[in-house]
């Protein structure tokens, strides 16, 4: 049974969760919060705690109010809160692992493109301009922004070169990478049916269950973050991501509080 539980007197938690595998961050909703579905498939809208009866499922970017907050769930690897919400025509419950308090992405894919599109005029933390062999110097810099949306405080940094996005780090304060692979899971939705249908086309396996088994271990690989302890936690994102500019690879970094660091590396280089 899940229960009612009182709301945090801070909004955001921190929560530091390097070599703790069990441990996570929320956004923690309060009551007049407006959140929006983050399930690329829909999120069910049930009629009561613990999955009652689906009053519908709520379209991919849906607009709700939180109403309520309950006690914590796991649902696709993800911990979370369940909460009571009331869209423009239902009131009902959801689970709070595929809320987001941002309007949801676009399928594009760019972190920074996504936040400047809802925050146009981020302020710059610093800026710094770098050597490259190849790009032009006003295409070669380091620069730090920061995003504010009511109240949220985003860090990005990125760094331009001689091959565009060398290096993206991204400070997302009560983020943690379960809710990053959901976020990113609704970024790369594209891309992701791209990857399932070239699984299921490819012309070099002949057989058709094979080819759907594959595009369901890739499915299945997406919802489940696969962490190795190199350094930080790495999650390894796409294991085969088409991209315009060929097969990629890309892995986060998590450094805890919030921080990661995006790497996007061509199997080709491999």
């Known amino acids: 049974m899940v229960e009612k539980v009182s709301l945090p007197a801070i909004g955001v938690a921190l929560i530091t969760f390097l070599n703790c595998s069990r441990c996570?961050?929320?956004?923690n909703y309060a009551p007049g919060d407006t959140v929006y579905c983050l399930k690329p498939e829909g999120l069910p809208l049930y009629d009561q705690l613990d999955r009652g009866n689906v009053i519908q499922r709520l379209r991919y970017g849906k607009r709700m109010v939180v109403q309520d907050k309950y006690g914590e769930d796991t649902f696709d690897y993800i911990r979370d809160h369940w909460y009571k919400v009331q869209t423009d025509s239902a009131v009902g419950y959801v689970f709070g692992g595929y809320l987001w308090f941002m309007p949801a992405p676009p399928p594009g894919g760019q972190i920074e493109m996504y936040l400047r599109r809802y925050i146009p005029k981020p302020r710059v933390l610093s800026k710094e301009n770098l050597t490259c062999a190849e790009a032009?110097?006003?295409k070669c810099f380091k620069q730090v922004l920061?995003?504010?949306w009511k109240g949220r405080k985003i860090q990005l940094t990125t760094e331009y070169g001689d091959h565009e996005y060398i290096y993206e780090a991204i400070h997302f304060p009560g983020l943690d990478a379960e809710h990053l692979l959901a976020f990113v899971r609704a970024a790369y939705r594209n891309t992701i049916e791209m990857v399932v249908s070239n699984i299921l086309n490819n012309p070099y396996q002949q057989e058709k269950e094979k080819r759907e088994q594959l595009a369901r271990e890739f499915r299945e690989a997406l919802l489940k973050p696969n962490f190795t302890d190199v350094g930080g936690r790495r999650l390894h994102v796409f294991p085969n991501m088409?991209?315009?500019?060929?097969?990629?690879?890309?892995?986060?970094?998590?450094?805890g509080n919030g921080k990661f660091i995006f790497e996007y590396t061509s199997i080709k280089d491999l």
């Open 242 to 255: 088409f991209s315009m500019t060929g097969l990629e690879q890309m892995d986060v970094e998590d450094l």
């Open 136 to 138: 032009p110097p006003d």
């Open 24 to 27: 996570y961050a929320q956004f």
């Open 146 to 148: 920061e995003f504010t």
